[in-house]
Nanobody
Framework: QAQVLESGGGLVQAGGSLRLSCAAS????????MGWFRQAPGKEREFVAA????????LYADSVKGRFTISRDGTKNTMYLQMNSLKPEDTAVYFC????????????????RGQGTQVTVSS
């Protein structure tokens, strides 16, 4: 059964960094666009970043632009989200998604969705 699984979340101080991973299994995801969403306590789920199947095109939410970098490694069937200069407002559960279409929203419309990994940024 094809699936995506996030890892790498944790607790970090403001200004610190974390790298999230999304490991795909059960099939090759090289033909899928992939991305990240997040949901903070008491807030709606929001788009964070996306990367094309080729890896040649990326898109970021304004709130993370310049601080987060999305990438993928086709040889490992894995996508990453490097998060630098973290802020307390980045605290959320981060979800990995994959879809044959580009920029599917809401997240529930994506072909594949992970269970999420918690990121907590302390002030």
């Amino acid at each position: 059964q094809a699936q995506v699984l996030e890892s790498g979340g944790g607790l970090v101080q403001a200004g610190g960094s974390l790298r999230l991973s999304c490991a795909a299994s059960g099939r090759t995801f090289s033909t899928y666009n992939m991305g990240w969403f997040r949901q903070a306590p008491g807030k709606e789920r929001e788009f964070v970043a996306a990367i094309r199947r080729s890896g040649g095109n990326t898109l970021y939410a304004d709130s993370v632009k310049g601080r987060f970098t999305i990438s993928r490694d086709g040889t490992k069937n894995t996508m990453y989200l490097q998060m630098n200069s973290l802020k307390p407002e980045d605290t959320a559960v981060y979800f990995c998604v994959a879809d044959s279409r580009w920029l599917v929203r809401p997240m529930e419309g994506c072909d594949y969705r992970g269970q999420g990994t918690q990121v907590t940024v302390s002030s």
